[in-house]
């Protein structure tokens, strides 16, 4: 089947919406206002001085590791994040299970979009801003970790 103009019809989907991201760490859920994550896996090439014309090349994957950083607004009550795994290095590693689904702003807009969960967390810088215009205290957590994993 096609439209008018002998396209395919789209196959269309539920978004998944930023208001639907819980941070569950160690047992306290909280939310973000901003969030960024990113895994990376270094990648060694050795190359071969050939014969004949002929080079060969070997990939040599590297340990791979993440960084994550949260930002969080303050509100009444926050919960103490300082007590969890995660922020003594003699102590033991955090996993933090980020979840893409929940209740959306958006009515009847019900999907799931799965879960990360990294393994091997620990925090290594911690920041508190002020913003004067807004009015807004916003903490900001930067984290390694070690082995990154997604549920469907």
């Given at each position: 089947?096609?439209?008018?103009?002998?396209?395919?019809?789209?196959?269309?989907?539920?978004?998944?919406?930023?208001?639907?991201?819980?941070?569950?760490?160690?047992?306290?859920?909280?939310?973000?206002?901003n969030m960024s994550l990113q895994y990376n896996q270094p990648i060694n090439r050795r190359?071969?001085?050939?014969?004949?014309?002929?080079?060969?090349?070997?990939?040599?994957?590297?340990?791979?590791?993440?960084?994550?950083?949260?930002?969080?607004?303050?509100?009444?009550?926050?919960?103490?994040?300082?007590?969890?795994?995660?922020?003594?290095?003699?102590?033991?590693?955090?996993?933090?299970?980020?979840?893409?689904?929940?209740?959306?702003?958006?009515?009847?807009?019900?999907?799931?979009?799965?879960?990360?969960?990294?393994?091997?967390?620990?925090?290594?810088?911690?920041?508190?801003?002020?913003?004067?215009?807004?009015?807004?205290?916003?903490?900001?957590?930067?984290?390694?970790?070690?082995?990154?994993?997604?549920?469907?």
């Amino acid at each position: 089947m096609s439209d008018i103009f002998k396209r395919k019809i789209l196959d269309l989907k539920k978004p998944i919406t930023a208001d639907m991201v819980l941070i569950e760490w160690e047992g306290l859920v909280a939310q973000a206002t901003n969030m960024s994550l990113q895994y990376n896996q270094p990648i060694n090439r050795r190359w071969t001085l050939g014969t004949n014309g002929k080079n060969t090349c070997v990939i040599y994957p590297g340990r791979p590791m993440g960084s994550l950083q949260i930002q969080r607004l303050f509100a009444d009550k926050n919960e103490n994040i300082f007590g969890k795994a995660g922020w003594d290095v003699c102590g033991d590693l955090a996993n933090i299970h980020i979840l893409l689904d929940g209740s959306s702003a958006l009515e009847n807009c019900n999907v799931s979009g799965g879960e990360y969960i990294l393994r091997g967390a620990l925090v290594s810088s911690y920041g508190l801003s002020a913003e004067a215009e807004g009015l807004t205290l916003i903490d900001n957590i930067n984290i390694e970790f070690m082995q990154l994993d997604y549920n469907a």
